[in-house]
């Protein structure tokens, strides 16, 4: 089976509620920079992005895929510590056609931390 494309965007800018004038790289961008480095499935993409408007939830992805999976949008992350608690989670997003994990299946952060959760382009009927 094929699968459609997923991309997981990763705030790069995120300070994770650290102050604007700390030194050296922010969380968001610690977080990409290791998940980057993570071994992903051959039709999962990582890519850096600006500001997800998450400010006051730590550092935030936003994982989708193809016109028929939904869209989530997770927060809370502290930075690359929380790496492979993300890449976990991530995977079995991209494991599934339609982007529903079974409820169970979800590591706890992601049950506990969904910002936002965003119909696939072609509702199912």
Same mark, same amino acid.
């Given at each position: 089976?094929?699968?459609?494309?997923?991309?997981?965007?990763? *705030?790069?800018?995120?300070?994770?509620?650290?102050?604007? /004038?700390? #030194?050296?790289?922010?969380?968001? !961008?610690?977080?990409?920079?290791?998940?980057?480095?993570?071994?992903?499935?051959?039709?999962?993409?990582?890519?850096?992005? #600006? *500001?997800? =408007?998450? *400010? /006051? =939830?730590?550092?935030?992805? !936003?994982?989708?895929?193809? !016109?028929?999976?939904?869209?989530?949008?997770?927060?809370? &992350?502290?930075?690359? #510590?929380? !790496?492979?608690?993300?890449?976990?989670?991530?995977?079995?997003?991209? =494991?599934? #056609? /339609?982007?529903?994990?079974?409820?169970?299946?979800?590591?706890?952060? &992601?049950?506990?931390? *969904?910002?936002?959760?965003?119909?696939?382009?072609?509702?199912?009927?």
């Amino acid at each position: 089976m094929t699968m459609e494309p997923v991309e997981v965007l990763v *705030c790069s800018t995120c300070r994770a509620g650290m102050p604007t /004038d700390m #030194e050296g790289p922010r969380p968001g !961008a610690q977080l990409a920079e290791a998940l980057l480095a993570k071994e992903w499935p051959a039709h999962v993409t990582v890519k850096t992005t #600006e *500001c997800l =408007s998450n *400010c /006051d =939830s730590g550092c935030s992805v !936003a994982v989708r895929g193809g !016109a028929d999976r939904w869209t989530y949008v997770y927060g809370n &992350f502290t930075g690359a #510590e929380d !790496a492979d608690l993300a890449h976990e989670g991530l995977v079995k997003y991209a =494991s599934t #056609e /339609d982007g529903l994990v079974p409820w169970r299946e979800r590591p706890i952060h &992601f049950r506990k931390n *969904c910002i936002a959760r965003i119909p696939p382009l072609r509702l199912p009927e």
